[in-house]
């Protein structure tokens, strides 16, 4: 049990390519976010004052927040089942482009949801392309050098956005916390 | 043709409000000071009076519903002091016209202003209070109050899936920014992008497979699925809510329930659905406003029309279980209905159902009818009367002094007390910023049969003059036609938009 315990721990990814992952989801989540506040703003300042405008974006970015800590637990349970040396070892390299193809699936498909259940097949049909998609992305920027590290010096100039996400999620998540304690 | 000149038109509103003041629900009032009853105010949302077979619809829309009237009090020309859900039911909980709540846009409340003007706060004190809503926007407006709520039911109480997340326990004490933030934002509410990127759309799948699942499960009998009010409701469900709750009641109660049919989509029963297809009658369709920014064609209008006819068929029906238990149970003996609508519903001039900016009689015309305690007689009141009327005749049930700030009247229940020169206003602002001037509105005045409506519109600006006694379906425009009651009737609405403050530039 304990070798058990011990080797899944070795299969984790490192704190610092943790941290640069980390910093990138919540760049994707938080601008998408952000984004579509923004979209919804002329409507919000119709009738809504500045507080609970300001309450409605902490909604937004504590969602955000824990939306974006879901998706670091699921790749780092991935990072736990796989072997290591085919996502733990290369974990900033080729979560770029999942993260990325992901996103702009995820965009694409919330545009043809309607009122009405898609159905599990046309819900599998489009996650199955996009998994072949972004499984293929992982493995080229996994396997040829020049775009490992080109990814890898991405991640890291990314992961200054923690900085700045971080605190705002916290922040927010408190607030929203505090206005329904309270 | 009467011939009124502005001295007469002086002398008849000094006298409405002598002869309106002196005039309240005298037995009503006599039997709720006494603390002894519950007031049960039913409100149908987007139910206009002209689909209605009691308000001289050709079709037999509702028959259980004209049953329950033999024994009320019909008001013929009840107006909607606003023209969708957030202003009609601010102005029917508060009293006020949209002008002075500010409940204007889609998502909008009350005003800081005004918000302990609800009547939960009014009759605080004096009797429970308990409220439902099933529309979401009606119950922000609630929510104002929720302090002085002795009990408010959440909306998804009686729906059969959950779909909404404001109402989860967890944001009990942040309703409204929770509401904002969720429903339509962070979780999209139909197509478009849900702010949620990965999540959003998740959630959406699961809530839509649920409603689908709901549809499988309740769905037998409607012709075309469950009704919607962003979750699947049955008509049942809503009625067995509805007994249920009034039947558990152990003190006196004012309760508001405000249910979601026959608001659109329409989803009647499978054996209403044809009911009034091929039966003769051919609504009489105006020609297409130049404020239907999608012109429907006759053919489409005639076929929700029918659609929403054979909704209300279905909901009279299944309201008449309601009807007989009131009536066996003795709760009618003891206790005071009001059935009503926050706005009506159109079809016609290119228009369907009530999101326009135009003010149109059958959007503005609603049912109301009150079931007084121990009433054995059908009563007609054909005075024209207001949605902000309601709260200041209900605190006159309960023995409340008619609060000052209200701009509604109590309401007339004897023939005699009729006051036929009263001018009650419909408002609409829905592309108006709440807390700015009110400069991009349309506005509407009834004095005495005719009606008056200003589009001051950033795109479009016009007079509009109708006899709705003579023409209730708003087919003949009388300042095309020269009509000298014009000036009479804009001088009115100027005085009133001078008043409030509104922007009168260009006004013609």
């Known amino acids: ?182 | 043709m009467r011939h009124i000149n502005r001295r007469d038109f002086l002398k008849l509103g000094l006298l409405t409000s002598a002869s309106v003041a002196a005039y309240p629900i005298a037995k009503a009032l006599e039997s709720k000071k006494s603390g002894s009853g519950h007031i049960l105010l039913l409100v149908f949302d987007a139910w206009s009076a002209q689909n209605v077979n009691l308000y001289g619809y050709p079709r037999d829309t509702m028959p259980n519903l004209k049953k329950f009237s033999k024994t009320a009090t019909i008001f013929h020309n009840h107006i909607s002091a606003g023209r969708y859900t957030v202003p009609g039911t601010a102005s029917l909980l508060s009293g006020l016209y949209p002008w002075s709540h500010r409940a204007l846009n889609l998502g909008g409340r009350i005003t800081a202003k005004h918000q302990d003007h609800l009547i939960f706060n009014v009759l605080d004190g004096n009797i429970d209070t308990v409220a439902y809503a099933q529309n979401v926007y009606a119950d922000q407006i609630i929510g104002q109050a929720e302090e002085k709520l002795s009990q408010h039911i959440p909306f998804g109480a009686f729906n059969l899936n959950d779909r909404v997340i404001y109402d989860n326990p967890l944001f009990k004490k942040d309703q409204y920014a929770a509401f904002n933030a969720f429903e339509d934002g962070i979780i999209q509410d139909g197509k478009g992008a849900d702010a949620s990127l990965f999540l959003g759309p998740m959630i959406r799948e699961k809530t839509l497979r649920d409603q689908t699942i709901a549809g499988f499960n309740h769905g037998a009998g409607y012709y075309n699925g469950l009704p919607e009010s962003f979750e699947s409701y049955s008509l049942a469900g809503l009625v067995d809510g509805l007994i249920d709750l009034v039947d558990g009641l152990t003190e006196p109660s004012f309760i508001y329930f405000h249910v979601y049919p026959p608001h659109d989509p329409y989803r009647p029963y499978y054996k209403f659905y044809n009911a009034f297809r091929d039966d003769g009658f051919s609504p009489a369709t105006n020609p297409i406003h130049p404020l239907a920014s999608e012109p429907r064609t006759k053919v489409v209008l005639n076929n929700n029309r029918l659609s929403y006819d054979a909704f209300l068929a279905s909901w009279d029906a299944e309201m008449s279980r309601f009807f007989e238990y009131a009536s066996q149970s003795g709760f009618l003996n003891q206790n005071t209905v009001i059935v009503t609508s926050d706005h009506g519903e159109m079809f016609d001039k290119g228009i369907s159902g009530h999101m326009t900016t135009m003010l149109s009689q059958p959007i503005l015309h609603i049912p109301l009818i009150i079931h007084n305690p121990g009433q054995t007689e059908q009563r007609d009141i054909y005075t024209f009367t207001s949605s902000t009327d309601v709260l200041p005749t209900i605190a006159a049930m309960v023995g409340v002094e008619q609060p000052a700030w209200t701009e509604g009247k109590i309401l007339p229940m004897i023939n005699e007390s009729e006051d036929k020169s009263r001018i009650v206003y419909s408002f609409d602002a829905i592309h108006n910023p709440a807390f700015g001037a009110l400069k991009n509105y349309s506005v509407s005045a009834i004095w005495d049969g005719l009606k008056i409506c200003y589009y001051h519109l950033n795109d479009y600006e016009n007079w509009e003059l109708y006899d709705v006694l003579q023409d209730p379906v708003e087919h003949n425009e009388l300042i095309a036609q020269g009509d000298k009651r014009q000036t009479i009737m804009k001088d009115i609405l100027k005085a009133k938009l001078d008043e409030i403050g509104a922007d009168l530039s260009g006004i013609g």
């Open chain 1, 1 to 182: 049990m304990k070798n058990l315990i011990r080797a899944l721990i070795e299969r984790f990814p490192s704190t610092a390519k943790l941290n640069s992952t980390f910093a990138l989801i919540l760049l994707v989540i938080h601008t998408w976010s952000v984004w579509q506040f923004l979209y919804r703003l002329p409507s919000y300042l119709m009738y809504l004052d500045l507080l609970n405008l300001l309450a409605v974006f902490a909604y937004y970015m504590a969602f955000a927040f824990v939306e974006s800590i879901i998706l670091l637990v699921l790749f780092g349970m991935i990072a736990i089942i796989l072997p290591k040396n085919w996502y733990a070892d290369h974990f900033e390299a080729v979560n770029l482009p999942i993260v990325l193809g992901m996103a702009v699936s995820a965009a694409k498909y919330q545009q043809q949801i309607g009122n009405t259940y898609s159905g599990i097949s046309s819900i599998l049909t489009w996650f199955g392309f996009t998994f072949l998609i972004v499984l293929s992305l992982a493995l080229i920027f996994g396997i040829i050098g020049p775009l490992r590290k080109l990814s890898g010096k991405v991640m890291e100039r990314i992961s200054i956005m923690s900085y700045l996400y971080i605190p705002i999620g916290l922040f927010s998540l408190l607030v929203v916390v505090f206005r329904n304690l309270v």
